[in-house]
């Protein structure tokens, strides 16, 4: 079975700086994608950004970027210029590339990220 | 595009009742669709992954005869708590995944028995 794994609970960071994300997981499967999804206060689960693990290259959105490692079996998520607006609960993901019943996902605890003014 | 909506929003039940909530796909059809629990300050639980016309299939530990699951329809996944007790307050999310690998959540509703 799948794990993913974060292991720090919170994470504090000033506005305008950089701050990264951890997240570890486990798979013997060789194709699969990985998600970082931001809950709000709000509580709606916002997908930030994907990455499938056939790809080399890093995924990246607007302010948003991984650094994935498939070898080392992580899967950072780097925030850049931080806004008052990225405070929220992050949540790393993994998902098989299986269809099916396989297609559920594998959530971590959760990080809470809390952005100073 | 790819919006879900659940209905509804927040709800309080007394103790015995049984409560339904609703997940739509607004703009897309979904043959699958999640139904999770979460508590304050922790991750989502998956509780099951409902099929259209077909059986849910509920993860370990998860009473099928208390979290009932229909799928009629393909917008359209309904969680009916049944019996509820204030154990069962929490805050249910529904997804559902309209492209091959992407799932998109619901808003949540938050369940509250007296």
């Known amino acids: 079975a799948q794990t993913v794994t974060q292991s720090q609970p919170e994470m504090s960071v000033q506005e305008a700086e950089t701050v990264t994300l951890s997240c570890t997981y486990d798979?013997?499967?060789?194709?699969?994608?990985l998600f970082w999804y931001k809950q709000p206060p709000s509580r709606q689960m916002i997908l930030v950004i994907r990455?499938?693990?056939?790809?080399?290259q890093n995924a990246t959105e607007n302010r948003f970027s991984v650094n994935f490692q498939k070898a080392a079996k992580s899967f950072s998520l780097k925030i850049s210029d931080s806004q008052l607006g990225d405070a929220a609960m992050y949540f790393c993901?993994?998902?098989?590339?299986?269809?099916?019943?396989?297609?559920?996902?594998?959530f971590g605890k959760g990080i809470t990220l809390s952005v100073r003014p | 595009g790819a919006v879900v909506s659940q209905h509804p929003s927040r709800v309080i039940c007394k103790s015995g009742t049984s409560v339904k909530i609703e997940c739509r796909s607004l703009?897309?059809?979904?043959?699958?669709m999640f139904w999770y629990r979460q508590f304050p300050k922790q991750s989502l639980m998956l509780m099951a992954t409902?099929?259209?016309?077909?059986?849910?299939?509920?993860e370990q530990g998860v009473e099928k005869d208390k979290f009932l699951i229909n799928h009629a329809s393909l917008t359209l996944s309904t969680l009916t708590v049944t019996s509820a007790h204030p154990e069962d307050s929490s805050f249910y999310i529904c997804?559902?995944?309209?492209?091959?690998?992407?799932?998109?959540f619901g808003p949540g509703t938050r369940l509250t028995v007296t």
């Open positions: 993901a993994y998902r098989s590339a299986a269809t099916g019943a396989n297609s559920k996902l594998t």
């Open positions: 703009d897309f059809q979904a043959t699958t």
């Open positions: 409902s099929n259209e016309g077909s059986k849910a299939t509920y």
């Open positions: 990455q499938e693990a056939y790809k080399q």
């Open positions: 798979t013997s499967e060789s194709d699969y994608y």
């Open positions: 997804s559902a995944i309209p492209y091959k690998y992407e799932q998109y």
